[in-house]
């Protein structure tokens, strides 16, 4: 399994923006879909972003259309999430996580075979 390592997180105010990273190691990273999660304090995971291996096909959770922006460079091992316009309801744990499929990416966190330690957002009001 490839070993993932997500940096960006932080503490901003409202409308400020972050870029996170996810760092790939120990596998073909070309070979993987990539997706991030976030996990808000008492809520459950959720989706919010995946890009294809190719980078030719993403996907948006509705809240994320428009102001996030999944990408991926597959010389560098690393995706990554450019989150704009972030909102207080932006605050949570975000994950980056890894599927080994060459199909399109899926929003179902089950599907997924590797997973970060996340990486704290704070977004104050």
């Known amino acids: 399994q490839v070993q993932l390592v997500e940096s960006g997180g932080g503490l901003v105010q409202a409308g400020d923006s972050l870029r996170l990273s996810c760092a790939a190691s120990?596998?073909?990273?070309?070979?993987?879909?990539m997706a991030w999660f976030r996990r808000a304090p008492g809520k459950e995971r959720e989706f919010v972003a995946a890009?294809?291996?190719?980078?030719?096909?993403?996907l948006y959770a509705d809240f994320a259309k428009g102001r996030f922006t999944i990408s991926r460079d597959n010389a560098k091992g690393t995706a990554f999430l450019q989150m704009n316009s972030l909102k207080p309801d932006d605050t949570a744990d975000y994950y980056c996580?890894?599927?080994?499929?060459?199909?399109?990416?899926?929003?179902?966190?089950?599907?997924?075979?590797?997973w970060g330690q996340g990486t704290q957002v704070t977004v104050s009001s």
């Open positions: 996580a890894a599927e080994t499929k060459l199909g399109l990416p899926t929003i179902y966190s089950y599907e997924y075979d590797s």
């Open positions: 120990g596998g073909t990273f070309s070979r993987y879909n």
């Open positions: 890009v294809r291996w190719s980078a030719l096909d993403t």
